[in-house]
């Protein structure tokens, strides 16, 4: 209820700063005191964020002001309020996009962080990882059988040429994980690899992740390159789709959520993130977002196989983006041919 509250007074107080009026003294009684408040950035959409911030809510009293936006979007905002933060933590992202931020951030290591899963706690605790996200390969079952896609290698045959479902890279965060994971479980050069690869793509590349499951559901392309939770949200509402874990192996990096430098509300900002990574958000992570949760003590959906996963530095990653996008741009100006 406090949530709703806050909700409404910040919408009527935006509409009347707008006016030019002078704020109303109800609306002002209304407001919560600042030791009561907590502003969340975050990238997840509503179905994610709504139970999660509502419940919070519930149990601290504290009231939470989203804003919401896409990662790259929400994180240039906060590098640009640094001086005076308006932000107490970011809610979502992909790693690589946490970590070429990470001075914006303040270290924080949970309660819980003894529990995390080997490989998903970052050095310096920068961020807390929120839910694991394997990368996977999916095909349309009227148009592909199952031994026909086995691995990563397979992106690279000539037979799916201008057939691939793949989102660019330079927009996705997701699709530069992919990117990134594929170019690791491939051998040979990095760089012909990722050329390789782009010129199969025959300059069909997407422009919203989100746009890989349906355009594989449909036809328009025959196999795909998706984050695990959307291919199994997606099969689970009828579309033609079968997954594949690729036989190299495949990446299980987490998304996350970071304490922002200079917080206003801290400490309700470290509730939070204590919140996020507990029990029971991590049971919610399993049975409500189709995701993986990053807690040892929390099991995975049995319906979910074990991934082989692979060692993907974050860090390089991140580094290496500059030349990544610079190359990629440069075989799309080439027309993928």
Not at 41 to 67: A, N
Not at 209 to 227: N, P
Request: hydrophobic share 40%; charged share 25%; net charge negative.
């Amino acid at each position: 209820m406090k949530g709703r509250v806050w909700a409404l007074f910040c919408c009527l107080a935006v509409l009347l700063s707008a006016c030019g009026s002078s704020p109303d003294p109800v609306m002002e009684a209304l407001a919560p005191a600042e030791e009561e408040r907590l502003v969340v950035y975050t990238s997840h959409k509503e179905e994610v964020y709504g139970p999660i911030v509502k419940e919070f809510e519930e149990r601290t009293g504290i009231w939470v002001e989203v804003v919401t936006g896409g990662t790259n979007e929400l994180l240039e905002r906060i590098s640009g309020e640094r001086q005076e933060p308006r932000c107490d933590v970011m809610f979502g992202g992909g790693v690589e996009s946490l970590q070429m931020y990470e001075d914006c951030f303040e270290p924080y290591t949970g309660s819980g962080a003894a529990l995390l899963k080997p490989g998903l706690r970052p050095e310096g605790d920068r961020w807390t990882p929120f839910s694991s996200l394997p990368v996977v390969l999916i095909y349309n079952t009227r148009l592909v059988s199952s031994e026909e896609v086995t691995s990563w290698a397979d992106l690279l045959d000539s037979r799916w040429r201008g057939r691939i479902a793949f989102a660019d890279p330079a927009v996705s965060g997701s699709s530069y994980t992919a990117a990134i994971t594929m170019l690791l479980c491939l051998s040979g050069d990095l760089w012909e690899n990722l050329a390789a690869f782009e010129e199969n793509l025959d300059g069909r590349i997407l422009e919203d992740s989100g746009d890989v499951v349906t355009a594989v559901d449909t036809g328009s392309c025959s196999i795909g390159v998706t984050l695990e939770e959307t291919a199994l949200k997606r099969q689970s509402q009828g579309a033609n789709i079968a997954i594949v874990y690729p036989e190299e192996g495949t990446s299980t990096l987490p998304d996350g959520t970071a304490l922002v430098l200079g917080a206003r509300h801290g400490d309700n900002a470290k509730a939070f993130l204590e919140f996020v990574q507990g029990a029971d958000v991590q049971a919610l992570v399993v049975s409500d977002f189709a995701r993986r949760s990053v807690r040892s003590d929390v099991a995975d959906r049995d319906s979910l196989p074990a991934v082989k996963g692979i060692d993907y530095d974050a860090h390089w990653a991140s580094g290496i983006k500059e030349e990544f996008l610079s190359r990629w741009e440069a075989g799309r100006g080439e027309g993928g041919a």
